[in-house]
């Protein structure tokens, strides 16, 4: 594990319950009037009868996709957030880091649909996107969203890079500060077909009223060989 990855995971655990709080009583607005729907919408333009929320946090997304028909299992590294999940229902939820899910990610089975909302934070993805092709069943696709490169950037040099998440614009509850590895598109579409994944659709939602774009919605398919 590297020193970034434990961090990250450090701050799930020492912010599940804030977290969980945040986004139950809906407090981050991007999530309230954007990319919650955003990704309900691109969910729904598909198959999704078994889906896989990967880094499923709290839950919500899984409850959602039930609510919807589907048989979801939403896992997740942090057992604080998973036992959040779990007492509200929605699926079968388990701690497993990616780690975990690429060593022993078959147990799992085969889902048409798996969605990363949010969770992909690591520098060194590229193993986790080669073993999901693994987890899609035929006709199937992965849903990431993400950070939107133009508006994340702020005033740092639109690069690749460790930024920092204070995640101060959440309210005074979260106590531990989350490294993230910042992405341009460049590099994002780049890291996705070296993966073995072909772009479908790209999507970004944007903020009614600024018109900026809230994420980057990106609708996969595994490449064919
Ligand atoms: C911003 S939250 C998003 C949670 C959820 N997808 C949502 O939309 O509310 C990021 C999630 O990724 C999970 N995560 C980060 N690194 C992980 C890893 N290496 N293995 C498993 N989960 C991880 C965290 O525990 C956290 O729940």
Redesign the pocket.
Known sequence: MTDH?AR??H???AN?DA?TRA?REQRIES?RLV??AA?LAAVAEGPAQRAL?????????CRALAARGSECV?????AP?IESAQAAGGGRYEV??????IAHGESLGQFDLL????????DYIAP?LGALRERVAPGGRLLI?TVHPWTACGDEPYADGWRLETFAAFGGEFSTP?PWFFRTLESWLALLAASGWRLRQLREPRHPDTGKPCSLLLDLQPLAG
């Open positions: 990855d990250i995971r701050s799930w655990q599940a977290w986004v999530r990319t919650d990704i929320d990967i880094g499923c946090g709290e839950g919500w997304l939403g896992v997740d590294a942090s957030l497993m880091d990616y780690a975990a899910l969605v990363c909302n949010f969770a992909l934070l690591d986790l969203q989350m």
